[in-house]
């Protein structure tokens, strides 16, 4: 994208943050970093096939400007599908509020500027809670802390997905996805001095964990028989349900 080096450049060291001039670019901007962006999106839609009956409700934690809620909305136009938006930054959720206009049509959609390791979360019983992209900015405990909250909204039938950057457990793998990832935000237009200015930005602020300590953080919290769904390189997106049966 052809502001994209701008946008990092605005933080340094550490300094990452979702501010108002991200979220007006932030679509774009998550879909030439995040390697396989759309697939993920495409592969969650297509599971309310399954886990959101007509009416049911979506949490989604941490949804930026609202791209799952609308992906899920073009596949379903017709099934009354709610929503509950949850990100901590009230001008990602402005932002969702008019992209979600722009697609038509009346929507059932709560938008709660809230910390969700903190809460409290305003939705109950739903039968699918997405975490995109969004604990990978947490510690470990305030994850658990997060998903337990999301435990406690969920319906009985409910499930939980989570994707996320993850860490390599043999360094060798670790080299291998860095560049990988690397080549794959060039071929999508990102500039090697962005590159680099999103890195030196996310020092300490982005928190890949093993996968492994992602499905135990999801277990911890209540959520039962974590699946891996996708996966590729450092990024995966996991699944579990409410429920053990």
């Known amino acids: 994208m052809s502001n994209d080096t701008d946008i990092a450049e605005q933080f340094g060291a550490g300094g990452w943050a979702f501010t108002s001039n991200v979220a007006e670019v932030f679509d ?7 390697p396989h962006y759309d697939v993920i999106q495409d592969l969650v ?5 399954w886990l959101v009956p007509a009416g049911g409700l ?13 992906r899920i909305l073009q596949r379903h136009p017709n099934r009354g599908i709610r929503f509950a938006l949850y990100d901590e930054q ?8 008019i992209e979600l206009k722009e697609i038509g049509g009346e929507h059932d959609v709560i938008l709660s500027a809230t910390r969700i390791q903190q809460g409290p979360l305003v939705h109950e019983d739903a039968d699918l809670t997405l975490c995109l ?4 900015f947490l510690p470990q405990q305030e994850r658990v802390d997060a998903l337990r909250l999301a435990r406690a909204c969920s319906a009985e039938t409910g ?14 793998w670790a080299e291998i996805g860095t560049d990988v990832a690397h080549d794959y935000k060039a071929a ?17 602020v982005l928190r890949p964990y093993p996968q ?3 499905m135990q953080a999801m277990a911890d919290a209540g959520w039962h028989a974590p699946e891996v769904l996708f996966r590729w390189h450092s990024w995966a997106v996991i699944g579990a349900f409410a429920s053990a049966q």
């Open 90 to 97: 009230p001008a990602m959720l402005d932002q969702a509020a």
């Open 58 to 70: 979506v949490a989604d934690l941490g949804a930026s400007t609202g791209a799952s809620a609308r």
């Open 133 to 136: 992209f969004t604990l990978q």
């Open 159 to 172: 499930a939980l997905i989570v994707a996320e950057k993850i860490r390599a457990v043999d360094s060798r």
């Open 45 to 49: 839609a297509e599971t309310t096939d």
């Open 188 to 204: 999508h237009g990102i500039t090697d001095a962005s590159i680099r200015a999103k890195s030196r930005a996310l020092r300490g």
């Open 212 to 214: 492994q300590t992602t």
């Open 28 to 34: 774009d901007h998550v879909r030439a970093s995040v």
